[in-house]
């Protein structure tokens, strides 16, 4: 690992309850988390079927979140209540439009997947309007017989109030065998990906009924009885460019040229060190373990998970690894450091009007551990 990589790394937030694993409940645990395209949104989404939302904090320096607002619409106790992925689509208008895969939507943008269906729903801020009356502040006055008669008031309609609405506006069936384990939006914000355990279908988001698919053909010579299991795709990404994806099974971290269909540029080895545990881990259902993965704003860097609350940031053009753990300890360490937990060597009072022309791209990442949501940040 690159010691000095490893320090420019801080811990920034924690959202959630930081009491002992033993009293947090199945529900609350946390299944997802996404950003937005923009950096100033963050959804999460738990085991209980709620999605929440966060805002970034304009009014605070440097990378923080706070709450703005959570969304349940579990509607149907047939489906599992896990929300398993959320997506963002590119924001065109004032409407959100969202992904998220297993159990009932839970509002924000792009789709929904019910098991092996896949719902495209569009939120917006809905207006109720209601019709006032008496519109006319100057009446006349009334009296008996022969009184003057107030003139005809006629009605209009003003807003009362506002609320949020979802509204599914597709629905893309019967091109799963399997449980969708992952989605991802290109960044053309036409095209999106979603995998099952064995294969890959490339979806237009406006067209339903059709999709094309990728499999990769099974090496004979590496056949075991593992090999389909350790195999099988948890999570795919494309870069930002929409040029490369990125795949994730349970030993190994790929990179994917679209041009090169065949086989992946780069293959990281992530559990390595369990391979020759593969019975045990089959024995004690660890082996069906799914890990999630993400390219870097810039595609410069990948990121995934591990066990024990870690997780590793490669760099795509190099051998650099650093190795993060998401703990409450990470800010016990930061209180006796300093407030701020700024990165050593920082230099103070070096305010230039508050721009850094190298800094094109913010590294900030959301990860989630049981029911907590930790927000770190690179500092350069």
Not at 272 to 291: A, P, S, V, W
Request: net charge negative; with cysteine.
């Amino acid at each position: 690992m690159d010691a000095e990589a490893a320090s420019q790394w801080r811990f920034a937030q924690c959202f959630g309850d930081k009491g002992e694993v033993e009293d947090i409940t199945e529900a609350d645990i946390i299944s997802t988390v996404e950003f937005d395209h923009t950096g100033d949104y963050l959804a999460t989404g738990d085991k209980g079927g709620r999605v929440v939302l966060f805002e970034r904090n304009e009014q605070k320096r440097g990378c923080e979140y706070k709450f703005y607002t959570e969304f349940d619409y579990l509607k149907s106790l047939e489906i599992e209540e896990k929300i398993n992925r959320i997506k963002w689509c590119k924001r065109q208008n004032a409407a959100h439009f969202l992904l998220s895969t297993n159990g009932e939507f839970c509002l924000w943008g792009i789709a929904n997947m019910t098991d092996k269906t896949i719902k495209l729903w569009k939120v917006f801020d809905k207006q109720i309007k209601v019709v006032a009356e008496n519109n006319h502040s100057d009446g006349y006055p009334g009296g008996g017989n022969g009184a003057a008669q107030p003139p005809l008031r006629l009605p209009r309609m003003t807003t009362h109030d506002s609320i949020t609405a979802a509204v599914p506006r597709k629905v893309y069936a019967n091109a799963h065998a399997y449980h969708i384990n992952s989605i991802s939006v290109n960044s053309d914000g036409e095209t999106y990906i979603s995998a099952d355990d064995l294969r890959i279908n490339l979806w237009n988001l406006n067209i339903s009924d059709q999709s094309f698919i990728f499999e990769e053909e099974e090496d004979p010579t590496q056949k075991s009885f593992f090999s389909e299991i350790i195999s099988s795709i948890s999570d795919v990404k494309f870069s930002r460019d929409g040029r490369y994806i990125l795949s994730r099974d349970y030993l190994t971290l790929k990179i994917w040229d679209i041009n090169m269909e065949n086989k992946p540029v780069k293959t990281i080895n992530i559990h390595d060190h369990l391979r020759q545990k593969l019975c045990d881990l089959y024995e004690n259902d660890c082996i069906f373990d799914k890990f999630e993965c993400t390219f870097s704003g810039d595609g410069s860097q990948v990121l995934t998970g591990s066990y024990h609350n870690y997780f590793r940031i490669y760099d795509v053009n190099g051998d650099n690894d650093v190795v993060l753990q998401a703990d409450k300890s990470a800010f016990k360490a930061k209180k006796i450091g300093g407030a701020r937990g700024k990165a050593p060597g920082k230099k103070e009072g070096i305010q230039t009007e508050g721009i850094d022309f190298a800094k094109k791209i913010e590294n900030t990442i959301a990860i989630a551990a049981t029911n907590n949501l930790y927000v770190a940040r690179c500092w350069a």
